[in-house]
């Protein structure tokens, strides 16, 4: 009885002892920031993370050193712009004790995001056995943001930067490596790029909450998140963008590269709206202005039963949205597989798109996108068709132009004859005397040969706003 009287005293003297230590802060920056990471170049750099209130925390980094003081649990400091190109070093974060994140460099910095065929690694693309044992840049690194929908907002993720080598890539974004890869080349600077991807989702997974909500359009949305947060499900409004965008914030990005759609692609007129929306929602998010956004168009293929004009609608809302400003577009309808909606040419994907990025963000000179539909005239019984980004001239590929179809007021589309007059289509059917409409490629699998001579293909389009088989689905 006497030896339990003991071991009590112990204990409660323990407990007292315990109480009365100040407890040791545990200091710690948010995942995004770890051995191997890129810092964004030539833009003030956020670091940010957890710590005890009151606790000063300072960062070092070059000939830099900035303080701050957490409070609420959390802290955040600016580094001012950095040069890129200059060798690694190493980051001291330094609360109550010091962490050193080592081998950090400064350069480029995408996110990576969309659905499976932004998902789909490496390993699953194009000679991948050559082009994984060729993967040697340790000036490119990779971070794979971890798979989790949330119900709201959450500040932090799991992931890691890895130096980009044979043993890393297998398993990152085949489109976000073969983008970066080109960005490197070209640039000669370290590129950073953080893979946000899931396979089957929805673009308003992928949404704020606030901007479902800001337009009716999208109140269907809304009401079916509202129904109840399904755990593990990633295809509700928003769970996305909570679990692996808002963690991301506000992390020093050049830009985003985005392939997403197919799961979309059955409410292509909403789809319309949504996606600019959701890409104005990003750039607001990160407060970075309009940082460069561009996307992959859908590559053909054959979905089941679902009526052909789906996909091509589709192809249409993307092809609207660069109207949205500093956007950019990959099309990749010759590239694509009817029996397979992931094609493995994922290398042509990300240099298309590294060549809207090389252009149109760091001022190359050079033929960055196919032909675009810009208007139409009607010519007594002809439609001649205009385009932008003709480059050095239009081509027919293989022989004549195909893909072309022509109505009159009766909607009724019919296959067409198209011949190159200059930089225009001359769009012509002896089944319709008086046309006004033209399409081009208007079904899930066409297979057109419009291209520009520096080979780059000609996205479809339709001239016309008749009635869409989307129309009114939410």
Not at 260 to 277: D, I, W
Request: some cysteine.
């Amino acid at each position: 009885m006497r030896m339990l009287k003991w071991q009590l005293w112990l204990v409660t003297l323990g407990l007292t002892v315990g109480a009365a230590l100040p407890a040791v802060a545990a200091v710690k920056p948010a995942a995004l920031f770890c051995d191997n990471m890129v810092l964004q170049c030539d833009a003030k750099v956020p670091v940010w993370g957890t710590g005890d209130d009151g606790e000063q925390v300072t960062v070092r980094f070059r000939d830099q050193e900035v303080s701050t003081v957490a409070k609420g649990g959390k802290w955040i400091l600016w580094l001012a712009p950095l040069k890129a190109g200059e060798p690694a070093e190493d980051m001291t974060l330094t609360g109550n004790y010091t962490i050193t994140i080592r081998n950090v460099q400064v350069g480029e910095v995408w996110i990576c995001s969309g659905q499976s065929n932004m998902q789909m690694s490496v390993s699953g693309s194009n000679n991948a056995q050559e082009e994984i044992a060729a993967a040697d840049y340790p000036n490119i690194r990779l971070f794979t943001v971890a798979r989790k929908p949330q119900p709201e907002p959450v500040d932090d993720c799991v992931g890691n930067w890895s130096v980009c080598s044979p043993q890393a890539v297998g398993g990152f974004s085949a489109v976000g490596y073969f983008f970066g890869r080109c960005l490197h080349k070209e640039l000669d600077v370290p590129v950073g790029l953080i893979n946000s991807s899931w396979g089957g989702t929805i673009a308003e997974a992928w949404t704020s909450r606030e901007t479902l909500q800001s337009d009716e359009a999208f109140k269907a949305i809304v009401e079916r998140r509202d129904a109840g947060f399904k755990p593990g499900n990633p295809n509700q409004g928003s769970v996305l963008y909570n679990g692996m965008i808002h963690p991301l914030l506000p992390y020093a990005i050049r830009g985003a590269i985005w392939y997403q759609g197919e799961s979309n692609r059955g409410r292509a007129e909403q789809y319309a709206k949504l996606f600019p929306a959701m890409i104005t929602d990003w750039r607001k998010s990160f407060g970075q202005g309009d940082f460069p956004f561009l996307f992959v168009q859908l590559a053909p293929f054959r979905y089941g039963g679902a009526d052909p004009a789906e996909c091509a609608e589709l192809w249409e809302a993307q092809l609207k949205t660069l109207s949205l400003a500093n956007t950019g577009m990959a099309v990749t309808t010759d590239i694509g597989n009817f029996t397979d909606i992931h094609p493995k040419n994922k290398q042509d994907v990300g240099k298309r798109l590294a060549l809207w990025a090389l252009a149109k963000t760091f001022g190359q000179e050079l033929v960055y996108s196919g032909p675009l539909y810009d208007s139409m005239s009607v010519e007594g019984d002809k439609i001649r068709v205009k385009f932008q980004h003709v480059g050095g001239g239009l081509v027919a590929k293989g022989g004549p132009l195909a893909e072309f179809t022509i109505a009159g007021e009766d909607q009724k589309f019919v296959p067409a004859e198209a011949v190159i007059d200059g930089d225009a289509i001359v769009v012509h059917s002896d089944e319709v005397a008086r046309p006004v409409a033209v399409r081009f490629a208007w079904n899930d699998t066409p297979t057109p040969n419009l291209f520009n001579k520096e080979g780059l293909p000609a996205s479809p389009f339709r001239t016309d706003d008749f009635p869409m088989v989307t129309a009114g689905r939410r």
